[in-house]
């Protein structure tokens, strides 16, 4: 195995630092700036009604462990409108006190004022390990169970894979929760909510298989997607249930809703229509082609202090880090 300029295994760095890695592109937007946006965008609405009815409200950029998710083979991710009102109806998204004793406290409002990025990814990260929103994401779990790859919200528990890959949820009109939900606010409010960051995190976790089950002309729209490479009818009602789509090396799954995601898919027929799915279902999971760079930490909005940075190539699927060097990040 070649190791880089500090004599450690390329393989032993990509497992342990690779989460935080992106393209070096200009126009590509890292996940502190991400979140940055995020924030903004929320300061920006706040004050509207749908949002001041839920007590401790703040946006929910992901929810799972992204670390493990980009250690992952097979990177998938699941889609929603926006997040639900009962992620705070109890106590859900917990961060450290302090590093050294990982002491768990809420995440609060001084957190965000704070740009304390580190520390609410570490809660969006852990969602899954502590007290996730059961009656929805159960359904989704559901559905990732039956492609027949190994993958699962609650990937690694403490350090010990629970499944060989790990999905993370995202919303596509607003990582903000409202009341009411989405489908039911004035067309002016869902305008003024609606912001850009669904296509940029998109981007920057390059998945290899998307679920979203709710409205298809939103799915259809948002991804550029025509003719579906497998359709699902029900043998009971005669509706459509279930459809994959297949574009650049990317699979979409579409599933029809009943209140929670994939639920107008009846028990009796759930594992003939998911099976008759994975037959069409094509998935790489080679690495893309080109140049990568790995930030061991999130960057803080408006920390100009120097990084140790890796950069690493990826050419026909072999991953080789080839230089190292100092690097400052200023946001």
Avoid at 211 to 232: A, V
Wanted: glycine share 6%; proline share 5%; aromatic share 16%.
């Amino acid at each position: 195995m070649k190791k880089n300029l500090l004599g450690v295994p390329s393989e032993t760095i990509q497992k342990n630092f690779c989460w935080n890695y992106h393209f070096t592109a200009k126009d590509h937007d890292d996940v502190g700036v991400l979140l940055a946006k995020a924030w903004n965008k929320f300061e920006e609405v706040k004050d509207l009604s749908p949002l001041e009815r839920i007590a401790g409200n703040f946006p929910i950029l992901w929810f799972g462990d992204m670390d493990a998710y980009f250690r992952s083979e097979i990177r998938v991710i699941t889609v929603g409108l926006n997040p639900s009102i009962r992620e705070f109806s109890e106590p859900r998204f917990f961060t450290y006190d302090d590093k050294k004793s990982k002491k768990a406290v809420y995440v609060a409002k001084s957190h965000w004022e704070n740009a304390e990025y580190e520390r609410i990814a570490w809660a969006y990260n852990n969602y899954f390990h502590i007290n996730p929103y059961h009656t929805y994401f159960n359904c989704y779990e559901k559905a990732l169970r039956s492609l027949g790859i190994d993958v699962s919200y609650a990937g690694e528990e403490l350090g010990v894979p629970v499944a060989k890959n790990t999905a993370i949820h995202i919303d596509l009109k607003t990582p903000i929760a409202t009341d009411p939900t989405w489908s039911k606010l004035p067309e002016s409010i869902q305008e003024k909510l609606a912001c850009d960051l669904f296509g940029k995190l998109v981007s920057y976790l390059r998945p290899d298989v998307v679920l979203f089950s709710t409205g298809k002309l939103d799915f259809l729209s948002e991804f550029g997607l025509g003719k579906p490479d497998f359709s699902y009818t029900s043998i009971f009602s005669k509706k459509l249930l279930l459809e994959l789509y297949q574009n650049e090396g990317v699979a979409y799954i579409w599933g029809s809703p009943n209140n929670n995601p994939f639920m107008m898919i009846r028990n009796e027929e759930w594992d003939i229509a998911f099976s008759e799915l994975c037959k069409y279902l094509s998935i790489s999971a080679k690495p893309e082609e080109g140049v990568f760079w790995v930030v061991p930490a999130i960057p803080h909005k408006n920390l100009s202090h120097l990084y140790e940075i890796f950069q690493f190539e990826v050419m026909e699927g072999v991953f080789d880090f080839h230089v190292c060097e100092t690097r400052g990040i200023i946001f």
